[in-house]
DNA sequence: TCAACTTTGTGCACCCGTTCACAAGTGCCT
DNA sequence: AGGCACTTGTGAACGGGTGCACAAAGTTGA
């Protein structure tokens, strides 16, 4: 219980913690499994299974202390302590990231900035001077950095990752569109545009291919008692 | 078989199809399925699990025919049409998206920018000029947009989502940190910066449990970030 | 004190996705 | 033509995650 929480759950963790923390600023002292699971977009037999791996931290007839649900959470993720990260590559996507107040507020302290152009070292964004690339070791090594974030056009990006992990990065967020390839070691995980856009289209394309084929026979439906057997719509 | 793939197998196309443009790009003509795995970062029994969920695209022996194949996957993510998207928020983040060119590249056009903010509104972003966000109804109906992009801070995010929702979008990528609601004929899909960071530091807290009690461990469990499935709003 | 009510924590059955292993199909070489 | 080497497509076993349903635990009110 205390081994091991399934991948699932860790990956849904943050989204109560910031459920939590909004009830918290609004006052709210206790939830109810039901109303956290509504808050955070999920069923409450699954909220409470994936609070139970951390404990039992709530109350039967009552729910849960925000205050202290939010405490446990918080440990559970290593948000205790504070994450020291390096963003490499400040261009657009950089630059929006750098200035992102959503970093500093949960225990995430940007460390440096790094980039390859010269036009670009030397600037300010986000209160902090952007560094040439050829600092990452140093930085990495001097500030204790733990994870390294590639906001590097593609071509660059598995070199900079490389880097990152020599110097001894084992945490990486990628936003470039490769497949970065690092010892198991490291962790890697990947924001892509693209993709989620990619899998947009294909359920609006679903969508519109249902809408034309149900149109007609919505009618014939109508004629025979079938219950609802059409899966409406996709969603969560 | 034809009759519905499943939501894993598309958020991993995607993948597949940018290691196979990246092929083809190199004037390869056949790829074998362990040689695309590879190249995806899946396994190659996973991979062909995946595809034969499009049909039969394959020669035994041979491999995959990388131009049909590019093609095949582009017909059935439905990138052969041309997808209209909106950006609501043109911030920091709405910023980096309006010039991001990896948009058009994949048969997605941004058909406008909106936003609350006087001083923004008039401004060329990325070759577009920003209109203001009442105009949002009107943006919809007149583009026939598709897919709504929320790039505003949290508290707008419901709201904005809504007016989309009403003007008949039905794909919504949200990049502010709350869970939106929507009918379930609605699709969202979330990107969440913050949540990535707090999976990363949960593993690395991890990490350096392990390192520290067991003392001679040189490896450590290595784990893949998901998939969307998105998780994602749906994730998952 | 006790009964009625609320809510948690979890055993269990089910479902989806992953992985293995191999038969079947294809090209190549002799 | 026939054997050989290679690769796909898939049946089947497996594992993890989800949702249901309920007993246990706690609260409230009389
Ligand atoms: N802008 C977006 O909205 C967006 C969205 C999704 C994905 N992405 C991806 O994010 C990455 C960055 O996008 P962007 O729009 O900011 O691109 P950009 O070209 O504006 O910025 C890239 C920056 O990286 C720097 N750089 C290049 N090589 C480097 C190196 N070896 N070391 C350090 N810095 C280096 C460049 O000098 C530049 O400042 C790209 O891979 C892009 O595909 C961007
Ligand atoms: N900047 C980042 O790197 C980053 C990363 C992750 C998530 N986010 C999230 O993305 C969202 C935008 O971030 P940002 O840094 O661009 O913020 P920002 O404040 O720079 O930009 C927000 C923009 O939205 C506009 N806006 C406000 N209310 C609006 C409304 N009702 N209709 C239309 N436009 C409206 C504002 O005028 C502003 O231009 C936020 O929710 C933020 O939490 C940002």
């Known amino acids: 219980m205390r081994q091991g929480i399934p991948d699932a759950t860790v990956a849904r963790l943050p989204v109560y913690l910031r459920a939590l923390t909004t009830l918290a600023e609004d006052g709210t002292a206790t939830v109810s499994s039901e109303e956290l699971a509504a808050a955070a977009g999920v069923g409450s037999a699954k909220l409470r299974k994936d609070l139970s791996h951390l404990g039992s931290y709530g109350t039967r007839g009552v729910g849960y202390e925000v205050e202290y649900l939010v405490y446990q959470i918080s440990r559970e993720l290593g948000l205790t302590q504070d994450w020291r990260v390096v963003i490499v590559g400040v261009g657009n996507l950089g630059h929006a990231l750098a200035n992102y107040g959503g970093f500093v507020s949960r225990g995430f302290t ?127």
């Open 110 to 236: 940007v460390a440096a900035l790094l980039d390859a152009d010269d036009r670009i070292v030397g600037e300010t964004v986000g209160g902090l001077v952007v560094r040439p690339v050829d600092d990452l070791e140093e930085v990495v090594a001097e500030q204790g950095v733990h994870i390294g974030v590639v906001a590097t056009p593609a071509p660059a990006a598995q070199d900079v990752c490389d880097r990152l992990v020599a110097a001894g990065v084992t945490s990486v967020l990628n936003f470039a569109p490769v497949v970065l390839l690092v010892p198991d070691t490291v962790m890697v995980r990947k924001v892509d545009l693209s993709t989620e856009l990619q899998i947009l289209a294909f359920h609006e394309q679903r969508q519109v291919a249902n809408r034309l084929s149900v149109d007609v026979p919505a009618r014939v439906v109508a004629l025979e008692p079938d219950g609802g057997t059409g899966r409406a719509g996709v969603s969560p």
